[in-house]
């Protein structure tokens, strides 16, 4: 079925060629052809506009934009030269779909080919609503009326200069965040800290931290000797001899000559030696055993923890972590 409508916008006494070739030829890389001398009719941009609109729609969509000049083929009949032109267009073309072909600012066409499209109708309700020189307009209200997607905007050229500005700063902003908490010698596992007190230049290098941990192995046995604990029975004995293990354990490794990674192995022998003592003098005395605490989340360098603590880190969600006395007074309040 072949339904055609034709309007006559200007009549013209221009002659020109009628071969379709071109015309066919191009349609082959793109749905939209527009003549090089059609150009300041249809722009590049209006033209790249409407092919992304009819690329890949169903049914198929083509546009050609040609000189007036091929509607003088010698009959006088501008409606009849049109529609022979499109016949020809759509004889070489071989396919069904939907033509339009605007004839410069003459006249323009619309052929609905193996398609139930009242072209017609639509085509001249828009060609009324808009001017000769706006055939880009007008094809693009045809579009609409097909219901055809509009094309996606390409951002505007004064706007490239801004998105390189943000995209700069947006990246420095990035890189000085980075720059600010990339891991620092005092960041990831912490570093060997002794159990008692000492300023955090007695302990910069691996051979102050070995001797920190040496000194923290020996006030554990000093601990375990003071403490002379009773063996009253099979539990209290392995609280104690599980003590004594740790401190052992702990000694071959500062005999040698430990990394930070194994520090922090002699720090976690020591803390669970401690506790077992504490659970074995527990026993002695009658009361409850001490629960055995991990190291504080603020910093491990604290110490044990003495208790949970609800805590929402920035961007989180609430959560108990456990937390030193010191961070414990000061996130009650308790301590400035």
């Not at 063996?231 to 490794?253: K, T």
Request: with cysteine.
């Amino acid at each position: 079925m072949r339904l055609l409508a034709g309007v006559l916008l200007l009549a013209s006494t221009l002659t020109g060629s009628t071969d379709p070739t071109a015309v066919v030829e191009g349609w082959k890389t793109s749905p939209v052809y527009v003549d090089p001398t059609q150009r300041s009719l249809v722009s590049d941009e209006d033209a790249a506009e409407l092919a992304e609109r009819v690329s890949g729609h169903d049914p198929a969509i083509r546009i050609a934009v040609v000189p007036a000049a091929v509607l003088n083929d010698g009959s006088g009949n501008n409606n009849a030269a049109a529609r022979k032109y499109v016949d020809m267009l759509v004889d070489a073309q071989r396919a069904d779909g939907i033509y339009l072909v605007v004839f410069g600012g003459a006249m323009s066409w619309g052929s609905a080919v193996g398609v139930d499209t009242p072209i017609a109708e639509i085509l001249t309700d828009e060609l009324n609503k808009h001017s000769r020189s706006d055939p880009a307009g007008m094809l693009n209200g045809v579009l609409d009326r097909l219901d055809v997607p509009k094309a996606s905007k390409g951002t505007p050229g004064w706007l490239w200069p801004l998105l390189i500005v943000l995209v700069v700063l947006v990246a420095g902003g990035l890189g000085l965040r980075w720059w600010k908490s990339r891991p620092g010698k005092d960041s990831g596992p912490a570093l060997y800290r002794p159990s008692y007190d000492v300023l955090p230049d007695e302990v910069d290098t691996v051979e102050e931290r070995r001797a920190a941990a040496r000194e923290d192995v020996t006030r554990f046995g000093e601990e375990l000797d003071a403490a002379d604990v009773r063996l009253d029975g099979v539990e209290n004995a392995a609280d104690v001899q599980a003590a004594m293990d740790a401190y052992a354990d702990a000694g071959r490794v500062v005999d040698g000559e430990p990394d930070d990674d194994e520090l922090r192995e002699v720090r976690a022998t020591v803390e669970y030696g401690r506790w077992r003592l504490a659970c074995a003098q527990a026993k002695v005395a009658g009361t409850p055993a001490p629960a055995r605490r991990a190291p504080c989340f603020f910093d491990p360098g604290h110490g044990t923890s003495v208790t949970d603590w609800m805590y929402t880190p920035p961007g989180g969600r609430p959560r108990e972590v456990p937390v030193c006395a010191a961070c414990r007074d000061r996130l009650s309040g308790g301590a400035r």
